[in-house]
Structure formats: structure tokens, C-alpha cells
């Protein structure tokens, strides 16, 4: 990994001549050396989406004057953006139920370093998964929750979110349905893992669906909450092949494997700032 302190800018503006000369102009004299740029136009919509990281090292222009300073050119060519800095961690809260393997992933990978994040709490409606929050010295808070509750529980769990200031939250195989109410609070900050790949077999049990479809390929969906279910901007997919040797436990432990690998990915992703969304889909810069 690396240990440059780096700033990232993502943009997404109206496509049009000298974008890019004019946002390279301007961090070269700012001093600004460019280590990853890149970009995508979307002929369709006529947008123009671009994500240029640099070395803060050298940098003339201090992060918390960029915004003043970088105004002239968001103006001209109707820019929305943001910028982030590599050096900042965001705190991380992770949802989970019963199944652990996501969860188990996803601090295996953080205690690695391979996520760049704090995790300061772990909600669950159960207590299943404390055991492995308790292995990994991270807090496990349970917050019991029905059909008779909801609203109390959510008010409970965002009381937790505001404690613990968190930035983001991810849904490691979060068996609830969260309400629109909830969800506001965390606009495009909520990712999820679907245990199928999207649009197809929608619900709670798709490797029974897709079993009894005689599916040749399984996969896993990870994507953006909105207020409309399983149906937010998609980060990341993948996909296994399977035959007709396969039973359903072999479809469900194999896409369980699908299903940490591709929430970790969108996971990284997300922290590392590659992720630009726009008309209910996502681009995602390498």
C-alpha cells in the first residue's frame, strides 16, 4: 500500500471543450504532481465524469483554501464536485444479522490494512456475530428489532451512527429492510450486499430460485441504498459458472464466497473515493 498523503478530486459537469487542460493548469500551478488521472464521457447524457489524484507533497495550495480557490473554474463549467484527502479515514459502521462471512471478511481485510477506514461499531439485530466482533477488540452493539418495533430501533441505531460520527454504513448480509426515514439520513453513504446478481431473482431466497431455475451462472451485487428496494446504483458484480453437478448447498456456499469478495471490493472502493454516481448508476475508476 501506499504511504503518500494524496488529494482526489471527482467531478461530474456538463461535457465540453478544455475541461481537462483547465483542471490540469490548474493543479500544475499549484505545484501538483498527478499520479492518477482519468475520466469518462457519457455521450448520452452529455456529462463528463473524471477523478485525478496528486501528491500532496510539494502541493502550494492548502486543502482547506481549495474550495475558494478552485470556485472560479467549478463556475465556468458548471462543476459538481468534492475533494478528499487520502490521509482521512472515514468511520465505518457495519450491519449485520446471523451470516458472518461477509462480516468476518470485511475485518480481516481491515485489521490487514487493506481498508483504509475506522470501525468503531458493529449493530446487529442478534447476537450471532459478537463472538467475531469480540476477536477483533471492535464494539458489538444488538438492537432487537420486529415488525412491532421498527421505528424505535432505527431511532436507537441512529442514535449509535450520531455517538460514533459515523460516515458510512455497510450492510454485510443485514437481513432487515431499512425505511426510507433511515435511509435519508445516509444518502449514497449506505452499500449493501445482494445475494444475487441484479435485476435477477429479486427476494430472500434466490440460490432457491435460481436451483430451481437451473442456472448456469450465480453471482453477487453490491450497491448504493435508495428508498426503492435493491434497486440503487450497482458498485460492483461477479459472477461463478456452476452445472447441473451442483446442489444447493453448493450454490449457497459458493455464493457466499462471491458475496465478501464483491462487498469488500465496493467497500475499498468507496473509501478510496473511485466511485462517481450519476443517473442511478455508478462509474468506478481504476
Known amino acids: 500500500m501506499s504511504h503518500k498523503t494524496t488529494a482526489i478530486l471527482l467531478i461530474s459537469c456538463p461535457d465540453q471543450k478544455g475541461l481537462v487542460a483547465a483542471i490540469a493548469d490548474f493543479l500544475y500551478q499549484h505545484n501538483a504532481n498527478i499520479l492518477h488521472a482519468d475520466q469518462h464521457q457519457d455521450a448520452e447524457l452529455g456529462l463528463f465524469l473524471m477523478r485525478v489524484e496528486w501528491d500532496l507533497q510539494g502541493f502550494d495550495l ?58 468503531p461499531i458493529i449493530i446487529s439485530n442478534h447476537t450471532d456475530t459478537k463472538w467475531l466482533a469480540d476477536a477483533y477488540g471492535i464494539p458489538f452493539q444488538h438492537v432487537s428489532i420486529d415488525k412491532n418495533n421498527k421505528a424505535d430501533a432505527e431511532a436507537t441505531q441512529l442514535a449509535i451512527l450520531r455517538h460514533h460520527h459515523i460516515d458510512f454504513i455497510v450492510l454485510a448480509r443485514y437481513m432487515q429492510v431499512l425505511s426510507s426515514d433511515f435511509i435519508r439520513h445516509y444518502p449514497s453513504r449506505i452499500i449493501n450486499i445482494h445475494h444475487s446478481f441484479l435485476p435477477a431473482f429479486h427476494g430472500a431466497k434466490p440460490y432457491h430460485r435460481a436451483f430451481e431455475r437451473g442456472v448456469k451462472l450465480i453471482g453477487a451485487t453490491s450497491h448504493y441504498v435508495t428508498e426503492t428496494l435493491d434497486d440503487g446504483p450497482i458498485i460492483e458484480q461477479d459472477v461463478a459458472r456452476i452445472s447441473h453437478r451442483d446442489d444447493l448447498d453448493d450454490l449457497i456456499r459458493r455464493g457466499a464466497d462471491l458475496e465478501k469478495i464483491v462487498l469488500s471490493r465496493a467497500v475499498r472502493w468507496h473509501i478510496e473515493n473511485r466511485v462517481l454516481l450519476y443517473a442511478n448508476k455508478t462509474v468506478v475508476f481504476d
Open 62 to 119: 492548502d486543502l482547506v483554501d481549495f474550495n475558494t480557490a478552485f470556485a472560479p473554474i467549478a463556475t465556468r463549467f458548471q462543476m459538481q464536485w468534492r475533494l478528499a484527502s487520502s490521509g482521512s479515514k472515514p468511520r465505518l459502521a457495519i450491519f449485520v444479522s446471523r451470516y458472518d462471512h461477509c462480516l468476518a471478511d470485511l475485518l480481516y481485510r481491515y485489521q490487514a490494512g487493506e481498508l483504509n477506514c475506522n470501525i
